[in-house]
């Protein structure tokens, strides 16, 4: 017997695959298919049951694809609706695996379908719980991405009130908790680093498990600095309701290798064609194809495009390092960006080695902003609403527009004006800076390092206490 966490720290997303004497499990499975019939075919072990523990908001799950692949049974809450067969587990239904059992606990609050599984080993003790989004490590799931016009925010606090009290914390103190998320995720507001926990010491330390805790007082802290969630979650919860595109014919398409030429004439011809350039941002700010959108693949780069790229159907184009392009179309494809139509063959060197047309993006270093501030120059500081208002650079012309919200934000850009954009590292400025160019805001200049450099540099900053409205 042995269950593992497979956890990808780009989404902070964890997957379970559990296996007991030739049969096989897998909790939350992402979208590609391969590290799990890989594993089975490894340990000599049939994945019998693909359990989704919610309709997850932050990712597609490859459920439907590894099921027609394995024959596998997918597993929902009682309470789910899909376009594909699956079982409905009741309240309390207990599946076997091998010589180990896995019980269905009905836990909603984060969703209305949300299940958590108790996992009884060969000996007949509970020793972990796979507790979806129900119950984080340091925190519990937000309420508010089931929102329905009968069912408010404080109604699903409500249920996941009832459900940690009455389910998971009747579960036996030395349980480990296994989540399907874990810090950076925005499923959550507090979540800590660790993957995993006993019951016992969350019940210590994580604020929505305390004994003296009334259910009031549990709404109002879980709904209390809740920022609206990503664009990109309801279209998620959708698709994962749904059949689609198969992450094989995802990776046939985007891997198209296309010269400059048909690079080119694809930009030119495609409907709302979207140009993603995923080099680091102090690289593709010297010479970039005129109109890309600059996420660098190796930070939190599948969140972000899900966060600002709106038409989640639009068909993409990438330029990658060399050997990075699947990597690249299968993130995308995790946030459920299925549309990418090719990449550039050879890369920018290739597309100047041909003669054509490159744009580039100034960047000053923190010297050199604090250099700038001596006169009078507009500071668009896009990081989150919290982080400026904890601290940020001193200015009349300090404005505070957050990369979440930059397509509600573009008018609030003048195309005659020059703009300086920082965030906390460099990585979301040239993001900001790339989407503002390829709209013609043409005068925007990128801040290097970000906002610790700023300080360290002497620029002079201002403390906030939050606003009220934010509490």
Known sequence: MSVEQIYTGCLAEAAYFIQSNGEAAVIDPLRETTPYITRAADNGVKIKYIFLTHFHADFVSGHVDLAKKTGATIVFGASAKADFDFHKATDGEVFNVGDITLKVLHTPGHTMESISIVHTNEEGTQDCVFTGDALFIGDVGRPDLAVKTDLTQADLAGHLFDSLRNKLMKLPDDIIIYPNHGAG?????????????????????????????????????????????????????????????????????????????????????????????TRHEQIFKDAFVPKSYNFNIDDNFAPWVG?????????????????????????????????TIGYLKGGIDAWKEAGLETDSIVSVSPSELKVKMLGKINIVDVRKESEFYSEHVDGENVVNRPLDFINKNMADYDKDKEYYLHCAGGYRSMIAASILKAQGIEHVIDVAGGFNDIKEAGVKVTEYVCPTTML
């Open 307 to 339: 966060a600002v790229i709106e038409n989640i159907e639009a068909p993409i184009l990438i330029i990658a390092n060399d050997g990075r392009e699947e990597e690249v179309i299968t993130r995308l494809a995790r946030v459920g960006y299925d549309n």
């Open 185 to 277: 995720s925005a499923c959550g507001k507090n979540m800590s680093d660790e993957t995993f926990d006993t019951l016992g010491n969350q019940k210590e330390v994580n604020y929505a498990l305390r004994a003296d805790m009334t259910k009031e007082e549990f709404v109002k802290e879980v709904l209390t600095g809740l920022v609206a969630p990503p664009q990109y979650f309801p279209k998620n919860v959708g698709m994962n309701k749904g059949i689609n595109k198969t992450y094989s014919d995802i990776l046939a398409s985007g891997l198209a290798a296309h010269t400059p030429a048909e690079f080119k004439e694809l930009m030119a011809n495609t409907e709302d064609i979207i140009i993603l350039d």
